[in-house]
């Protein structure tokens, strides 16, 4: 009979490395959460209190009602930010309770840019129809607001033959520098100009993808020029349960 080697080895410390390193990941993380937070609120609370003061020294009814607008600008904005953390907050409460039921990709109405959807309408994925068009929002809004006048978005899918279904969301726009790709998927990350975004629209996409079971990339510039454009690649399980209902 061959002898046989029995090679045991103990993975405890490695184990506990690995777990003491999510946890310090974890704590970053939320101090990134947090700095962003008192960043964010913080300037229109500043802005508000500055206001808030001069009013006392104000008399001009027409001036005085001009600060009171501004202070109302003021607190829509932050209204805005903690509206968009809640929902950020809350996707991975989600978890157990997202309904995935066959559905349609998307039917989007042209606004300020033509909007192009190539995606066959029998082709349905696996997913919570109200939170993929929740996706679809902010990634058509950010698409939107990256393209010059006349900038086109074009949305097309393909189902794969190992079960997925990938959508492929295209710009014209500005594209996102190379540099800054692996940050735009973190909260309060924005190339938008102060007051324009709150950074929470592609962490809370990545989020829902999750929740999901599905996947998140993004590819840009696709080509070179004044338009370089990006592409968002969403992948979600492929089902062949019929034609879902329209969103």
Sequence with gaps: HGNTVIMVEDITDLEMLEEELLHNERLASIGRLAAGVAHEIGNPVTGIACLAQNLEYESDPEEIRFMAQDILKQTGRVTRIVESLMNFSHTGDHAGETKLVPSNLLDREAKSVQFSNHCDRELVVLADSQRLLQVFINLLGNARDACAEYGEVHVRATASDTGDTQIYIEDTGCGIPAE????????????????????????????????????????????????????????????????????
């Design 180 to 247: 800054l790709q692996s940050q735009i998927f973190e909260p309060f990350f924005t190339t938008k100009d102060p007051g324009q975004g709150t950074g929470l629209g592609l962490a809370l996409v990545f989020s829902i993808m999750e929740d999901m079971n599905g996947k998140v990339q993004i590819t840009s510039p696709l080509s070179s020029g004044e338009n370089p454009g990006t592409r968002v690649t969403l992948n979600l399980p492929h089902t062949n349960y019929g034609l879902a209902f329209e969103m």
